[in-house]
């Protein structure tokens, strides 16, 4: 059948009825629309006919299985017995989907049904089908099971080298299909990556913390004192301001020490003494392993460095170090971020118990 749309000259050939030639008959000029149905038919109206796409059928799931189940079984009887309904059930569900798609799936041939070559190409596809419900069916396995997905993390310095370490080590011993990453940063980096959820947990200084994220923890603990390793301080069970005089005193940032009353005190009682200021724990440490000096910074920092060359003393005054757990309030917790906030609990209370200069303030 052949299909004419556009538009004709004046002039068209017509065949004769007598003989093989053609006759040329002069016609007024005009649209002529050719349904693609039947070419013959012409539409002399102002609208261009296009062919109709057919609509998709609508299929349902039960339909399928039973379709697939009597592809399987080559029998009515047995797809019944196998689907746990009537046969008539059956027999319904396979006449209304050979109605939906509007051809016929089987023959029967010595009493058996016989699956059609077009019953075999749709059969195909549904296999791609169940396998892929298969495969999703795994996933959801392996997520509820941890065996499949990630965990982004985000520490500011102090946390990333005490607590977290051991953390992630056990949450990789018991999850090791899980992949973790983990951002260093300052809290208020880490804040952001919260916020615009680059990242599922963070830990950070409260001070950076923003209405755009969501404390899951908070802990506050004392600051300490780190003394270089055989100093005469080394021999005190607590360390005070006067003891501390006439010591060159390693100065962290002025806004550390001075968020509260007490170590704005002992700022003020020490500046003249502040010959050497840094920005980071772990740099006074460092430095104080050298003997360059002494410095209060946070408990974990300290106890990192322990081993390094330090002793860590506790301060008489109470100078508070904070630190909390942050996530986003825009999506809840995954179930690898929940496990890993139970496993940092449990990491944390182990350490306040056999760490004895690691105190939570009350």
Same mark, same amino acid.
């Given at each position: ?9 004046? +002039? +068209? ?10 006759? @040329? ?12 149905? #039947?070419?013959?038919? *012409? ?11 057919? &609509?998709?059928?609508? @299929? ?7 379709? &697939? ?32 798609i ?7 041939r ?18 791609? *089908?169940?396998? #892929? ?15 499949h ?12 080298i ?9 949450? #990789? ?34 001070i ?6 969501? @404390? ?6 004392r ?20 003891q501390?005089?006439?010591? #060159? ?10 968020? *509260?009353?007490p170590?704005?005190?002992? *700022? ?65 917790l ?5 496990? +890993? ?22």
């Open positions: 059948m052949n299909c004419i749309i556009g538009r004709f000259s004046p +002039f +068209f050939l017509e065949p004769s009825a007598a003989s093989i030639g053609t006759q @040329i008959h002069k016609v007024k000029e005009q649209d002529l629309r050719i349904s693609c149905i #039947n070419a013959m038919d *012409y539409e002399r109206s102002g609208e261009l006919r296009m062919p109709r796409t057919p &609509k998709p059928a609508t @299929i349902s799931l039960r339909q399928i299985e039973a379709f &697939k189940a009597i592809v399987e079984t080559a029998s009515v009887t047995a797809a019944a017995s196998s689907m746990h309904v009537s046969q008539p059930s059956v027999s319904r569900l396979l006449r209304s989907l050979e109605e939906s509007g051809f016929a799936l089987f023959e029967r010595k009493g058996r049904l016989v699956a059609t070559p077009e019953a075999m190409l749709l059969y195909d596809e549904i296999q791609k *089908y169940f396998r #892929n419900l298969q495969k999703l069916a795994h996933t959801a396995a392996d997520i509820r099971a941890l065996a997905g990630q965990l982004r993390l985000g520490s500011f310095i102090a946390l990333s005490a607590i977290t370490p051991a953390v992630i080590k056990e949450f #990789n011993r018991a999850h090791p299909q899980i992949h973790i990453s983990c951002t260093t940063a300052q809290s208020r980096q880490i804040v952001d990556l919260i916020a615009s959820r680059f990242a599922d947990l963070g830990i950070v200084d409260p950076a913390v923003t209405d755009a994220v969501r @404390i899951e923890r908070r802990w506050q603990f600051c300490v004192c780190a003394i270089p390793t055989g100093h005469s301080l080394a021999e005190s069970d607590g360390i005070s301001v006067s501390l005089a006439g010591e #060159n005193v390693i100065g962290l940032e002025r806004e550390f020490l001075s968020r *509260y009353v170590g704005a005190r002992l *700022y003020e009682a020490l500046a003249s003494q502040l010959r050497i200021q840094v920005h980071q724990s772990i740099a006074a440490c460092a430095l104080v392993a050298e003997g360059v000096g002494v410095a209060i910074v946070d408990p974990f920092t300290a106890m990192h460095c322990a081993p390094r060359g330090i002793t860590v003393r506790p301060l008489e005054a109470t100078i508070p170090f904070e630190m909390c757990i942050i996530s986003s309030p825009e999506a809840p995954s179930v690898a971020a929940q496990e +890993f906030l139970e496993l940092f609990d449990e990491e944390m209370d182990k350490t306040c118990q056999t760490t004895a200069h690691i105190v939570i303030c009350t």
